[in-house]
């Protein structure tokens, strides 16, 4: 029983940043229909302002809430920088703006910096665990899932009711006839940037909090897990987004589990097989998106 | 009102608008018509800003709009109901009036005024006010998306095939609403594939051919003067081009 509770709630947790991580990259693609390459960098920007403010004296909160500022700004910057110039011009050439502009953020961090991993600083909730119905959890992963649950509901409440929210959905089935009523091209991709950068600022404290370090290659591993989870889920819908998030957590977490040692650190080998059935099974992902709109 | 002045519209190397001019006056109802491929609809396109011009002018009561965006344009009281009835197909019919709004959201008194009016005018839409709009018929899907071009209150409104696609019954539907509108003082360009009925409503005609103007006069003049199913076979139409160049 304690057992099942562990897996759940080891699921959930995990599953809630994979699920944010993934919804942070596909309100971009939903709209412009381009990845951005540069969105693990997201993550390693609040990670380094996190590092560079743990010398100060403000409280934790405060460097969480900057940290995850510099990350909205960092989303806007990457649209302004590396799509916003070549958008209109060549789908390939936004391709390559985005990869630049990711590397140039990471040599960024391994010259100013160091190649090394930095510690971060960390609240004395993250380390704490708590006992539930006989279930050691730490505290940590219950505050990802609080955080998630919240951060999703207000999402849903953004888009179902606001005019700004309504834009973003429209923009992301017909971008073209969203614009003819009126809804300015660029607000709503700087909007979606910026809501791109909330979230990965958002991951970057839990994710962080379970590594306790950054890295300048930090970025990697949550592009990649967004990526396929909204592979899985469905390229172009929020809601795919956040149900390949949870089903990849999972897939994860189970294997983790039922794997005997020795296979364990072959995990991943294992996770890829499973998402290419998925994916075998249902090509576009298990939540079909809105129905087709042309790009700018 | 409405000045189209060597428009050329380009796909890549492919030219659908090859130097067309046209003109709309205030309180006019002018159609244009063709066959397949022949402009009309990047015509409109160009007008809304949606698509680019390569060369020529677009003027709005004397001012140059031809390098505004779109969401610029709807804002100068242009607004395009697209041949695609691009409605959006995930939002609710209330959500995509909504955004037909969307230019005057700070205005929400008169928001909500017109959302009435267009109520009145579209019973159906009421009925279906909080049905996803990809559900709706296309006869629906067309009055929504004329409805919620209407929600901008515009004073120029491109029509772009509204008859597209649908029964004969419905098509009479959409003609009388067209012909209420201009009764609200609202200017139209329609673009129609089906020349008698636009041409018995509308005050003035061009037939375009090719991307470029072919013919263009008094609707009734077109309406006698010209073969219709010439216009989109387009034959008839490239003679006559032929002989307004002799002249």
């Known amino acids: 029983m304690s057992q099942l509770l562990q897996f759940t709630i080891d699921t959930l947790s995990l599953g809630s940043l994979y699920a944010l991580m993934a919804l942070g990259l596909v309100i971009v693609y939903g709209i412009l229909r381009l990845v951005n390459f540069a969105y693990g960098e997201l993550i390693m920007v609040a990670g380094y302002t996190l590092y560079l403010l743990s010398a100060s004296p403000v409280p934790w909160l405060f460097m969480a809430f900057t940290a995850v500022l510099m990350s909205i700004f960092a989303g806007i910057a990457t649209e302004r920088v590396a799509f916003r110039p070549v958008r209109e011009k060549s789908v390939t050439a936004v391709l390559i703006t985005s990869f630049a502009f990711s590397t140039l953020l990471q040599n960024a961090a391994l010259l100013f910096i160091s190649p090394r991993a930095r510690v971060v600083p960390l609240p004395d909730v993250f380390s704490q665990t708590v006992e539930i119905a006989g279930a050691v959890v730490p505290l940590r992963n219950i505050l990802t899932i609080l955080c998630a649950v919240l951060l999703l509901a207000g999402f849903a409440l953004l888009l179902k009711k606001t005019v700004l929210g309504i834009a973003l959905r429209a923009a992301a089935s017909q971008f073209r006839m969203a614009r003819m009523l009126g809804v300015p091209a660029n607000l709503v991709i700087s909007v979606a940037f910026a809501i791109s950068g909330f979230f990965a600022g958002i991951v970057a404290i839990f994710w962080l909090g379970r590594i306790g370090s950054v890295l300048p290659g930090i970025g990697l591993g949550p592009l990649l897990v967004a990526f396929i989870a909204t592979v899985i889920g469905g390229m172009r819908s929020l809601l795919g987004a956040v149900v390949g998030g949870y089903l990849l957590a999972f897939i994860d977490v189970s294997l983790a589990h039922l794997l005997p040692s020795n296979l364990l650190q072959f995990r991943d080998a294992f996770t890829f097989t499973l998402v290419i059935f998925i994916l075998l099974w249902r090509p576009d992902g298990l939540v079909r998106g809105p129905a087709t709109g042309q790009r700018t | ?247």
Do not use: W
């Open chain 2, 1 to 247: 009102m409405l000045k189209v002045e060597n428009l050329d519209v380009r796909y890549g190397a492919i030219r659908a608008v090859n130097g067309i001019s046209l003109e709309v006056n205030k309180g006019e109802m002018v159609a244009l018509l063709g066959a397949n491929g022949a402009g009309k609809s990047s015509t409109l396109l160009a007008v809304a800003g949606a698509l680019k011009a390569a060369s020529g002018r677009i003027l709005l009561d004397g001012e140059d709009i031809t390098a505004l965006p779109p969401e610029r344009i709807v804002r100068r009281g242009i607004a395009m109901v697209p041949e695609t009835r691009d409605v959006f197909p995930d939002l609710t019919v209330m959500e995509n009036l909504r955004l037909g709004g969307y230019i005057h959201r700070h205005d929400g008194q008169g928001n909500s005024e017109d959302l009435a009016r267009v109520m009145d005018l579209f019973p159906i839409l009421k009925e279906r006010g909080e049905q996803a709009a990809g559900t709706l018929s296309g006869g629906e899907q067309q009055q929504l998306v004329i409805a919620r071009a209407l929600m901008s209150r515009p004073r120029l409104l491109l029509l772009d095939e509204p008859s597209l696609g649908l029964a004969p019954k419905i098509v009479d539907q959409i003609f009388a609403l067209i012909d209420q509108m201009r009764s609200m003082d609202i200017t139209i360009l329609l673009v129609e594939q089906n020349a008698t009925q636009s041409l018995q409503l509308a005050d003035r005609a061009y037939v375009l051919s090719l991307g470029q103007v072919a013919a263009s006069g008094k609707a009734s003049e077109i309406l006698k003067a010209t073969d219709i199913k010439a216009i989109y076979l387009g034959q008839e139409t490239r003679k006559k081009k032929k002989k307004s160049r002799k002249r």
